[in-house]
DNA sequence: TAGATTGTTAATCGATTAACAATC
DNA sequence: TAGATTGTTAATCGATTAACAATC
């Protein structure tokens, strides 16, 4: 217990993200160093914010010279934890299902989808990349028994919450919901939210507010 | 200039959109009045922040009453310029796009898809939702033409930025980012990303903490 | 060595929450 | 009136940024 256990701000894991976007586009260059100047550029942060983020893990770079890039992107890599295969169930295979399985960044970042599920009798038993498409009844049973962690929503708003309930009682802990509806789970389970309706409003908002204070 | 004019948080403007939501939902069951309390937890804010983003915009409450749930509902969408009519160029119809495209809540929440482009030939001149596809060529003139202000890029990482740049040349003011890439737009743009990788890694930060953490 | 850039502390800034008088 | 709940100020909390000694 001599750990000093430092929560680490979500926004935080956010930036690393971004950084290891950037090192990955550096990594194709060739590039052997990096400082944390540019790497703020890239991601559009302040360079002292690069190097608190990257102190809350460890010191990875050198004074004088910088990150190394090659070395910083597998040390993100791994503090994220995309250097393991994280499987994924994925619960709606409509419009929004279909082209988040068509993604390709999926597989690349060490996420497998390793099942589908829909109500959709049509669309049941049918392979989409590979995998057949489940049943909802199973959901329980499969998530539990292939010990999957991560969930992603993309089904409509009023079932949101049932399913959500479901996929929280088979060991679910991560759920990324594109449903257009709030949901309420556990305090232990990780819950984010990609909502179209809130981005295109906030730039509504944006735009009257630009007549009002005239930006 | 008697105008005080306070600069209102992003995080507001997008709580705004959630309470909005909820309102939505109370006006279904025809309720009458909601607390601070209630929109909060619907929310899961702190029911002062409720009454604080209010705040920001007037008095819209009785005390010991609460909010008049029809009321409060068209204040926020008067707030957010939902109630006015947005047009918006979609940028990219694979996959996503289409699925965006395919989005119910779009019109319903006052944005309107007015243009739509894509580089693919087999692409252009079919209608997508009433809407002829759109060489990207034509982008700078039809943006400039119809006036819009808010784009959605829905195309791979490459072509981000070159995209952006026609966007902002030709009068765009609000970009929706769902390509995985950074890009970079003069400072009065409003700018949004929109990044399955990064919510995914997020997601996966978490489960590594846990293990560190025994969460 | 001189120049560059890190790692880290202290200062600043902004957002959230608690508290409570005002008032329906 | 008593109870409830707002609107708003003050206190708290946390995140960002500036600054600089350490050091390559």
Known sequence: MTNKTVKIPESTAQRLSIYLRGLA??????????SSNELGEYAGVNPAQVRKDLAYFGQFGIRGQGYSVQELKSRI???????????????????LGKALAAYKGFDKQGFQIAAIFDTDEKKIGKPIRGINVQPMQELT??????????????IPAETAQHVADALVQAGILCILNFAPARISVP????????????????????????????I
């Open 77 to 95: 890599a791994g503090i994220l934890g995309t250097d393991q295969a994280w499987k994924v169930a994925l619960i709606g295979i409509g419009n």
């Open 25 to 34: 586009l550096l990594a194709e260059n060739v590039t052997e160093n990096v």
């Open 187 to 214: 305090k232990h389970i990780k819950l984010r939210y990609v909502d179209l309706s809130t981005e295109l409003e906030s730039l509504s908002f944006y735009l009257t507010q630009i007549g009002r204070l005239n």
């Open 141 to 154: 049973k499969t998530v539990t028994d292939m010990d999957i962690r991560i969930a992603i929503i993309a």
